[in-house]
């Protein structure tokens, strides 16, 4: 893989990043937050076990989005279900 593929693939990450955070916020305030979070946790797998084997520009990006996925949702969901909660009484 050549410095501008991976430059790429590292670009990959950060977008999902973004999208991660957004979709899986928006989730949250729909659906069970548990079962999204559930969900969600499941793509750094899939994302990892793409890179069991060598892998090419196509099956790194494609990993890259999965685990930048879950990372955006990881910090996402927590501070979602937390600001939605009404027995909260952490402060801000």
């Known amino acids: 893989m050549s410095t501008a593929q ?7 990450s950060g977008g999902s990043i973004v999208v991660g955070r957004l979709t899986v916020g928006w989730l949250v305030d729909r659906y069970w937050a ?3 979070a559930a969900l969600t946790m499941t793509l750094p797998v899939l994302g990892c076990w793409l890179l069991i084997e060598p892998a090419g520009f ?3 990006g494609t990993a890259a989005v999965l685990i930048g996925l879950a990372a955006g ?3 996402g ?5 937390r600001t939605r909660s009404p027995t909260s009484s952490a402060s801000p």
């Open 34 to 36: 548990p079962g999204v």
């Open 58 to 60: 196509a099956t790194a």
């Open 77 to 81: 969901a927590p501070g979602s279900s």
């Open 73 to 75: 949702a990881r910090n």
């Open 6 to 12: 991976a430059a790429t693939v590292q670009s990959l």
